[in-house]
């Protein structure tokens, strides 16, 4: 894993990274198009901030392209939202070629990469990369950024402290939250890989955009994420390169 230094390493994954769907799965999915072009789809942003803060973290980086209606990959087997309801209604034996395609290998990788690290003694700071639609069922999210933790876990709860509060000085139009518009203790990876590994070992954060921010080839868009890395550096004590 890249980004090592200090006594600890870089993991930043994408899960929901784009909305492809597989040609051999593309009649299960047949007339779903508008769905798949949704937040229901993908998370629309996600991968372009991954991509940026692995590229200035010097992090490893993980994503998927593959839609989250075939098979959303933060989600634990067993969760009724694994699949959508058209891929439920398939086969078993598609259902499983699916998991063990897509969604096993990038798990797997992810703790593979990760238990490497712990095994070293490092310390591994985990950041997973989404956005969220602005409105949800008819409800406005009152936010623009949120970074989800456990609050049992004291590293993830400094962290997200000191990330806020760098964000927010440099940043101050924007609304930024912890623990929204989700939990951070809810069912993804993150909560899993916890299960995994111990609290000073693995710090799992997920970064939430709201994707009416997201204007591609935007300035806004390009500063934006500039500020979510920055502050980031910063609350890591990491200072840009020169």
């Not at 072009?37 to 996600?46: E, N, V």
């Not at 994707?211 to 500063?223: T, Y």
């Amino acid at each position: 894993m890249t980004g090592a230094g200090n006594g600890h390493s870089f993991l930043i994954t994408c899960e929901h990274g784009g909305n492809r769907v597989p040609p051999r799965y593309r009649d299960c999915l047949a007339g779903h198009e508008a769905l798949l072009a949704s937040h229901r789809g993908y998370d629309p942003g996600a991968l372009a901030m991954a991509r940026d803060l692995a590229h200035e973290l010097q992090a490893s980086l993980i994503y998927a392209t593959t839609s989250r209606l075939l098979v959303d990959l933060n989600r634990t087997r067993g969760h009724p939202g694994l699949h959508c309801e058209t891929i439920r209604a398939q086969p078993e034996a598609t259902r499983c070629e699916i998991i063990d395609r897509y969604y096993l290998p990038f798990r797997t990788r992810a703790e593979r990469l990760i238990a490497a690290e712990v095994a070293a003694g490092r310390r591994v700071i985990h950041v997973s990369s989404h956005s969220f639609t602005p409105v949800l069922d008819g409800v406005v999210r009152r936010a623009d950024v949120g970074l989800l933790y456990d609050p049992s876990r004291p590293g993830e709860t400094a962290l997200c402290a000191e990330w806020l509060a760098c964000l927010r000085r440099r940043s101050p139009a924007l609304t930024v939250r912890r623990n929204y518009p989700y939990t951070g203790k809810s069912d993804g990876l993150t909560a899993y890989l916890r299960r995994c590994f111990p609290a000073e070992l693995y710090v799992g954060v997920e970064l939430e955009l709201n994707q009416r921010l997201i204007r591609p080839r935007q300035r806004a868009w390009r500063d934006l994420r500039a500020d979510v890395v920055a502050a980031l550096r910063e609350a890591l004590g990491r200072p840009a390169p020169r």
